[in-house]
């Protein structure tokens, strides 16, 4: 049997790498969960965003930590943009349409990567990156732990602004009756854009979180897309305590397979636990049946 | 079908047969082409038509978008070769049985899926979650040989069904293209595919009329299985390798997506038109890569081009290509 220790080691770490996962699930939660836009570029959008802040160091010497406001901007910017310009006009608010859409538009921003950037992997240099902190048995390297704690800080944040605030009124409403909201005065479209500005501004946040510890390639999106929807699914549509509850199950999991099954079939974990959720209790864990 | 219809398919069908013979007189008679090349390239757009005719068949007769049908083009070429490769078997005998093991996995798929009631988005990202499941485990089982891939031993001829003229494989493709053509057109005239429009319309709607929706999902699946487990044994068969990156890589997926919806989603001609449209621009911009150093790294030109035009037919043109060409949607169409 496995030493006790390397169980909590492996629970630690898996905790960590879930941790990232609700960094990139969140923005999901909001786009996939909230408005039901089906965002298949979340993974590309991710590396593009993660593109933006290697260059940033790269260049202007910006430490990703410093760069994190320019690059939620940046990407809450492009969001809207995207969403305004292109999602919004050219699905005619029909599903399937958006999730090809949004497929083209992956296809479209890997291949541009690919052109421009090469299929080289590319890391960032910081001085931190590799300093550790011991827990018990496990070590555990800084930058994971900050990215975890500002995972859990994000989720509070967009659930408080969600219940709270008179814009999250306004996406909630938005989601649940386009008509009704339209008639009450609120401008639908803008609504629409601006919340998926706001999860692919959460996407700017996790590319500078992740950046110190992950390297960037045109490809390094894609195994994202699979892990953000199984987590959005896991904790439930919408449910931002789910979408924090459920990256950190898939984290352990993860980590947990790998551990007892081997590097390769460890993956598996998470497809299946997407099937099955899917398979027999679609409202996720902490999700409300509509 | 009109008697001008009649004559432009047979038409087209005398000049695919005829076409690798023409490129090769060419060549011999001094034309600048490369004869076995350009037969490559038929090949190709037979095959890629056959597997985007497989997606066709569920995702655009029937509705059900599969984000993950890569998962019965790499059950057919696994199938394939492990019958050959570790039972011995005669590539001809298992050709069949390796489309058949793709019914079962869409039975399979379909008979889960459909009865927790997944549809639209939800079955295109399910199908893409079981395709990573099958990638996954195709890596770890020891049957498979995981990440090392399968090699079937090259030893060409007939009863082996590997062939050193291309012309031959050119014409397997051929013959697999104008099958998936036929499946396609009948689906247009039987009541089969009459019910598949119907739930794709309005599902609620079909099942008032009396249409067992879960089974005529199911049915459509499995068909489509076949199909795409049969090109991916005729590609192990061409290649004689496989591993679990080209039997189940999410990449084949779009593109048995991108070839059918370019072309036209439900349409018969839909996913030949698509790709010829994918073929050429891929040579195109390989040529251009060759030829022009400056260039070198245009590769990725193709699939940009490729999912800006998806995304304009999505918004602009939901029938496709096929649709410029003027020519009335068969009785299965979108009204």
């Known amino acids: 049997m496995l030493d006790p220790a390397i169980i909590f080691a492996g629970v630690l770490n898996g905790l960590l790498a879930g ?87 992956a296809i479209v921003f890997d291949n541009v990567a690919l052109l421009l950037f090469t299929g080289d992997s590319q890391t960032i240099d910081v001085a931190y990156a590799g300093t550790i902190v011991q827990v018990g048995a496990a070590f555990l390297p800084l930058p994971k732990i900050i990215s975890f704690l500002a995972a859990i800080a994000l989720c509070g944040v967009l659930g408080v602004v969600m219940a709270r605030s008179q814009l999250g009124k306004a996406i909630r409403a938005v989601a649940r009756e386009r008509q009704g909201a339209r008639l009450v005065g609120i401008d639908v479209e803008h609504v629409f854009a601006i919340a998926y500005g706001i999860g692919i501004a959460c996407l700017g946040a996790a590319a500078c979180l992740l950046m110190p510890t992950f390297y960037v390639s045109p490809t390094s999106g ?69 | 079908m009109s008697r001008r219809g009649l004559v432009f398919v047979a038409g087209g069908l005398v000049l695919a047969i005829l076409y690798p ?31 985007g005719q497989s997606w066709n068949i569920s995702g655009g007769f029937a509705g059900q978008m599969s984000f993950g049908h890569v998962v019965f083009f790499g059950t057919g070429a696994y199938g394939m070769a492990i019958l050959q490769v570790t039972y011995g078997w005669n590539p001809w005998l298992a050709w069949p049985v390796a489309a058949a093991l793709g019914a079962g996995v869409g039975w399979l798929i379909g008979a889960l899926a459909f009865r927790a009631g997944l549809k639209g988005s939800y079955f295109a990202l399910i199908t ?65 595919g009459a019910r598949l429009v119907a739930i794709r319309e309005n599902e609620d709607a079909a099942r008032a009329l009396g249409i067992d929706v879960y089974a ?106 096929a649709s410029l060409f003027g020519r009335r949607r068969g009785e299965a169409g979108r009204a």
């Open chain 2, 216 to 321: 005529e999902k199911v049915k459509v699946l499995a068909l489509s299985g076949a199909m795409g487990a049969a090109g991916g044994a005729f590609y192990v068969q061409k290649y004689l390798y496989v591993d679990p990156w080209i039997a189940f890589g999410v990449d084949k997926s779009v593109e048995m997506l991108l070839v059918s919806m370019v072309g036209g989603a439900g349409t018969i001609v839909g996913p030949l038109i698509g790709a010829g449209a994918l073929t050429a621009i891929n040579e195109i911009t390989r040529m251009l890569a060759s030829v022009v150093p400056a260039l070198k790294n245009v590769q990725p030109l193709s699939l940009i081009v490729y999912g800006a035009m998806l995304i304009l037919i999505v918004a602009r043109l939901p029938d496709g290509l």
């Open chain 2, 21 to 51: 013979w023409l490129v090769r007189a060419a060549g011999a008679a001094g034309l600048p082409v490369a004869p076995n090349y350009l037969i490559n390239v038929g090949m190709l757009v037979c095959f890629t038509a056959f597997i």
């Open chain 1, 19 to 105: 941790g990232i996962y609700v960094l990139v699930a969140v923005g999901l939660t909001l786009i996939y969960g909230v408005l039901h836009i089906i965002n298949f570029a979340h993974g590309s959008l991710l590396m593009l965003a993660m593109y933006a802040v290697f260059f940033l160091w790269r260049l202007l010497g910006i430490d990703p930590y410093v760069a994190l406001p320019i690059v939620i901007a940046g990407s809450f910017a492009f969001g809207y943009v995207l969403y305004r310009g292109l999602i919004g006009r050219l699905s005619h608010g029909r599903d399937e349409n958006i999730l090809l859409i949004t497929l083209g538009l």
């Open chain 1, 222 to 290: 894609h195994a994202f897309v699979l892990i953000a929807f199984t987590t959005v699914v896991l904790g439930g549509m919408g449910s931002f305590v789910g979408a924090a509850a459920g990256g950190l199950i898939i984290g352990i999991t993860e980590s947990l397979g790998g551990l007892l099954l081997g590097e390769q079939l460890g993956q598996i974990g998470i497809s299946l636990i997407f099937i099955l959720i899917l398979l027999l209790r679609p409202t996720g864990l902490f999700g409300v049946g509509r």
């Open chain 2, 128 to 192: 893409l979650a079981v395709a990573e499941v099958f990638r996954i485990l195709a890596n770890s089982v020891p049957f498979t040989r995981g990440g090392l891939g399968l090699l079937i031993k090259a030893d060409p001829g007939m009863a082996n069904l590997q062939f050193r003229d291309p012309i031959w494989v050119y014409y397997l493709a051929l013959l697999l293209c104008v099958a998936g053509l036929l499946i396609a057109w009948r689906l247009t005239r039987t009541r089969f």
